[in-house]
């Protein structure tokens, strides 16, 4: 009898452990915006806040945004750190209307002018939820309020269809994979358990998605 309980205890414990990794995770502010991405020693746009809002002490010239992000997102370069890569972008021009369009555009022609290449797709999608997400956290700050000079450039764009795209041409990425999953849980959440099972079935392959997916889930 006391073999049953034991059994059965385990089995719920299991199931109580596989809806808690599966569940839509609570982050303290949209994911893609408040929450770095662990890259490693991997180079991307110089860091020194600590805070979504910037802590006033960079000294990055944003003149040279543009040009610095797409010269970082080259072909070869990580997923994770095509993530981090846009979220800091995205926080630099948070404060320069005509620096984020121009971002914007950087990106969407690079995506359309080679519809076959994924990794363009994915960087144009992630960054339209990127804003998105910026503009949530802007609303958050200011009581739902307008933020008035601070529009969304990428506002009725469809960033997530462009990441499911990019993830469809590569065939398998974990990586895109639990990117899908940070835009889910603000966007079209029906889809988070999918993507959040694939990223962490790649785990054990991928250290430094795994400290990622451990920080953020």
Avoid at 18 to 41: D, E, K, M, T
């Amino acid at each position: 009898m006391k073999r049953h309980i034991s059994i059965a205890m385990q089995n719920s414990t299991k199931t109580l452990a596989a809806i808690a990794l599966l569940a839509a995770p609570v982050f303290a502010g949209p994911p893609l915006v408040c929450h770095p991405i662990n890259i490693g020693s991997a180079p991307s746009l110089p860091w020194t806040s600590t805070t979504w809002n910037l802590s006033g002490e960079e000294s990055y010239d944003v003149n040279h945004l543009v040009t610095d992000t797409l010269a970082l997102l080259r072909p070869d370069a990580p997923v994770l750190v095509r993530m981090e890569t846009m979220r800091r972008a995205a926080l630099y021009s948070q404060k320069n209307a005509a620096v984020a369009r121009e971002l914007l555009t950087g990106l969407a022609a690079r995506a359309t002018s080679d519809e076959r290449d994924a990794m363009a797709a994915f960087d144009y999608g992630y960054l339209i939820e990127t804003y998105r997400q910026l503009e949530m956290t802007f609303r958050m700050s200011r009581g739902g309020k307008n933020r008035g000079e601070r529009m969304n450039p990428a506002a009725g764009l469809d960033g997530y269809a462009l990441v499911k795209q990019a993830i469809s041409m590569r065939g398998s990425d974990a990586e895109m994979e639990f990117a899908a999953a940070l835009i889910t849980t603000e966007n079209s959440k029906q889809d988070y358990p999918e993507h959040a099972a694939k990223a962490k079935a790649a785990m054990k392959q991928d250290p430094l998605l795994a400290q990622n997916v451990a920080s953020h889930f």
